[in-house]
């Protein structure tokens, strides 16, 4: 069965400073790879995903993330936080998707809640 | 494009009540799933439908929970008798099969149960 861990519960970061957010999963197959974003009382918003081909995907609101199969990671980055970015992150793996269509329920990390100093 | 609805958005009820929660997917979204999040902790799923059958419901608890939808749109997820480690929020999300790499999640419901 797979596994995500995150193991960040709570980072602080200054607002302008560079973020990287942790993630590990555990699966025995090539893993399809996301980023959620939940903000206080919101749904979770989709920040970027992995299937395949380059290992640097990239994001919405400026966000990026490298998978690295010799590590399991799949790491979340910033460049420079802005206040809004205050919110709970979290990394999802799934399986891979079934011939039929659709795709397997996804596995959820127990998240990274990310707080902004001014 | 509209999203994932969810209703109601709060609920708060006394244990071994029951309730129930509705979805309503994107529309022409073939598969619909159910998490449960409790507090601190990252969505977990309940069950998914793929049109009106269900495709896998390992993690849901049969014995008081139950979901359906019948005519493969929208669904309804019941707890009957609730507990009170059922207090969560639960969480709707669909897909299409030509895109399935992506769910898209409602607000959920956040139940409490007293």
């Known amino acids: 069965a797979q596994s995500v861990t995150q193991p960040d519960i709570h980072i602080t970061v200054s607002e302008g400073a560079s973020l990287e957010l942790r993630c590990n999963y555990s699966?025995?197959?090539?893993?399809?790879l996301f980023w959620y974003v939940q903000s206080p009382g919101q749904g979770l918003q989709l920040l970027l995903k992995?299937?395949?081909?380059?290992?640097l995907v990239q994001g919405i609101k400026g966000f990026e993330a490298e998978f690295k199969r010799s590590q399991s990671s799949f790491n979340l980055r910033k460049p420079s936080v802005h206040w809004s970015d205050a919110a709970e992150y979290f990394c999802?793996?799934?399986?891979?998707?079934?011939?039929?269509?659709?795709?397997?329920?996804?596995?959820f990390g127990k998240g990274t809640h990310l707080i902004i100093q001014p | 494009e509209a999203g994932v609805a969810q209703s109601p958005r709060y609920k708060i009820i006394e244990k071994r009540q029951s309730v129930a929660f509705w979805c309503n997917p994107i529309?022409?979204?073939?598969?619909l799933y159910w998490y449960q999040q409790i507090l601190g902790q990252g969505p977990k799923l309940l069950i998914q439908?793929?049109?009106?059958?269900?495709?896998?419901d390992s993690q849901l608890p049969k014995d008081r929970f139950s979901a359906e939808r019948l005519k493969g749109v929208d669904s309804t997820l019941k707890i009957q008798p609730a507990k009170l480690e059922d207090s969560a929020v639960y969480l709707c999300?669909?897909?299409?099969?030509?895109?399935?790499?992506?769910?898209?999640f409602g607000p959920g419901t956040r139940l409490t149960v007293l």
């Open positions: 992995y299937f395949s081909g380059d290992t």
């Open positions: 999300a669909s897909s299409s099969l030509q895109h399935t790499d992506t769910q898209y």
């Open positions: 699966y025995g197959a090539t893993p399809y």
């Open positions: 439908f793929q049109n009106n059958g269900v495709v896998d």
């Open positions: 999802a793996v799934g399986a891979k998707m079934y011939s039929g269509g659709g795709a397997d329920g996804l596995t």
């Open positions: 529309s022409g979204h073939a598969t």
